[in-house]
């Protein structure tokens, strides 16, 4: 099982410029998650899904969508990225019928906005 | 609402030497409580858990932390730390809104 993948890994935009960041996993987990990831801050939940065809906000999804497109994939669209949105962005999964399951986390995908 | 707290944003520590990085909470209901860990340049993974029972919980790498109720703390500890403990530590609480809110984060460095 490859867990938790995210696509790209390393990305630079500039001012204004769109883009998705790609999420999937293969362990037929429930419930998706968005992270971002700045110094000093902890991870900060953007969007979550608890299960498939359902999306809500968590703290900071200004400046943010997402897609639950099937049970193993979540996106996650930046519309008009800003510098504010540098930052790392995790994905993660958890199996939402099995009590309190861990969350399982992706390696992450660096943005620079420029 | 729930919050975490952890108390050191840096920690070093001597190769072998026992370690102890802190985490309170703040919650109204009760809490699962959780210790992630962070390589450099990878994603986190799960140290431990704490959902019900015994308030000493063990998890991988000899790692051990402790609930206090009462003080609101959940403390990670381990009793001899390893060149290749060096990592960022994440404690994290899920209450009543039923998703995670993680504190801000312990660099442990250890050195040689």
Known sequence: NAGVTQTPKFQVLKTGQSMTLQCAQDMNHNSMYWYRQDPGMGLRLIYYSASEGTTDKGEVPNGYNVSRLNKREFSLRLESAAPSQTSVYFCASRDGLAGVGEQYFGPGTRLTVT | ?112
């Open chain 2, 1 to 112: 609402a729930q919050s975490v707290t952890q108390l050191d944003s840096q920690v070093p520590v001597f190769e072998e030497a026992p370690v102890e990085l802190r985490c309170n909470y703040s919650s109204s209901v009760s809490v699962y409580l959780f210790w992630y860990v962070q390589y450099p340049n990878q994603g986190l993974q799960l140290l431990l858990k704490y959902l019900s029972g015994s308030t000493l919980v063990k998890g991988i790498n000899g790692f051990e932390a402790e609930f206090n109720k009462s003080q609101t703390s959940f403390h990670l500890r381990k009793p001899s730390v390893h060149i290749s403990d060096t990592a960022e530590y994440f404690c994290a609480v899920r209450g009543s809104a039923r998703q995670l809110t993680f504190g801000s984060g312990t660099q442990l460095t250890v050195l040689p």
